[in-house]
Structure formats: C-alpha cells, structure tokens
C-alpha cells in the first residue's frame, strides 16, 4: 500500500536547467496538489488538481508547470531552474477536492539549485 | 481562509498530557479546524479536524472553544515519536476555496524523557 509515490527523493541541478517531479498515488483519488517547504518554513501551495483534466494555481505558481498526466500521476516541472526554488517539495492528494477529507502526502523531493 | 497563531515551541514530558493551544479568531462559520504534524522534514500527517464539535481519535483530541475563535489539540500519553511540527490550520469546504490549504509556521514540539 503504497499511498502517495513522489521521485526522485533528492535532486541537485544547475541554474537553468529543467526538470520533473513526478508524483503518483494509488488510492484513486481526484485531487492532487503541489507544495513547497523552505528551511523552517510552512508548506505553501504551488499548484493542484481539483480533478482529472484540471489544473489551478496555488499562492506561489512562478517558475512552475503542472501535468495531470491521468488519475494517478501529477508532475511539477521546473523549466528553468533557479537558486530560489531550492526546497523540499511535497506533493499531497485527496478523495475529493472540496470534502473534509484529510490530505496524504509523499514523503518529498529534496531540491538544490546551484 | 482564518490566519491562525500558534506558539512557535514548546516542551513537553513523555506520558504526560500535551495541551497545543491555537488561535484563529478571524475563522468564519464554514470553516474547519485541521491539525497536521511533521516529524523530521517527512511529508506531514494529518490527525483530526472538526468543525464546533469537539472530536476525538486514536490519535488525539480536538476541542473548539464555544465562539471557536481558538482551539487546543491533546495529545493525551505523549512519546518521543510524538516530536513534530504540528500545524494548525483553518479551511473552508467546496470545489475551489477549499483547496487553498495553507499551512503557517507551526508549534515545534519537543517530548523529553
């Protein structure tokens, strides 16, 4: 049981350069979503998916795109990478999006831009 | 969605009752309260919310104040595993509201033998 599935777990890239976070959940959930964390900081919301087909941006959506592959996957891609966006970043989901529903979250993907 | 203050740390002995208080005196009649916690920079787990009620679970209880302008999760034995970051946060249901999950700074809290 695997709940939700984020790789890779720890990336280092050149400023610049792009990359995807892929982020897969089995437990056939509608919403997913994005978030970052910096050092000793909250979560904030990049991006999400109320629903397959869907995508809306969060508080900090700059430098991101977002793909709802199908049910299961969302990726966050970075396409130009800079020192700011060094973070953990966390991505979560939920049976539904508007329910009272808690979120499950992977266990991050480690960040650094150099 | 309600901001909510929290304290940033505090301590707490093993098997001993941890009280973490919240305040969200701005929350409004549809939103929820919701807890998470964080342990060691893993994804964050939830453990309750509520919404005038007071609830409880396997893992804690939740009690809203009358006006639930504040809130404080027990944690009725606390153990080591339970140092975390635990989040308070406020949130409203529905299709696009509700999906705006902020989490703020969090109580840093550390149970010691």
């Known amino acids: 049981n695997a709940g939700v599935t984020q790789t890779p777990k720890f990336q280092v890239l050149k400023t610049g350069q792009s990359m995807t976070l892929q982020c897969a959940q089995d437990?056939?959930?509608?919403?997913m979503y994005w978030y970052r964390q910096d050092p000793g900081m909250g979560l904030r919301l990049i991006y999400y998916s109320a629903s397959e087909g869907t995508t809306d941006k969060g508080e900090v959506p700059n430098g991101y795109n977002v793909s709802r592959l199908n049910k299961r996957e969302f990726s966050l891609r970075l396409e130009s990478a800079a020192p700011s966006q060094t973070s953990v970043y966390f991505c979560?989901?939920?049976?539904?999006?508007?329910?009272?529903?808690?979120?499950?979250f992977g266990e991050g993907s480690r960040l650094t831009v150099l | 969605d309600a901001k909510t203050t929290q304290p940033t740390s505090m301590d707490c002995a093993e098997g001993r009752a941890a009280n973490l208080p919240c305040n969200h005196s701005t929350i409004s009649g549809n939103e929820y309260v919701y807890w998470y916690r964080q342990i060691h920079s893993q994804g964050p787990q939830y453990i309750i919310h509520?919404?005038?009620n007071n609830e409880t679970n396997e893992m804690a209880s939740l009690i809203i104040t009358e006006d639930r302008k504040s809130s404080t999760l027990i944690l009725p034995h606390a153990t080591l595993r339970d140092t975390a970051v635990y989040y308070c946060i406020v949130r409203v249901l529905g299709l696009a509201a509700g999906n705006k999950l902020t989490f703020g700074g969090g109580t840093r809290v550390l149970v010691k033998p």
């Open positions: 979560a989901s939920r049976r539904l999006a508007g329910e009272a529903g808690e979120l499950f």
């Open positions: 437990m056939n959930h509608n919403s």
């Open positions: 509520g919404l005038k």
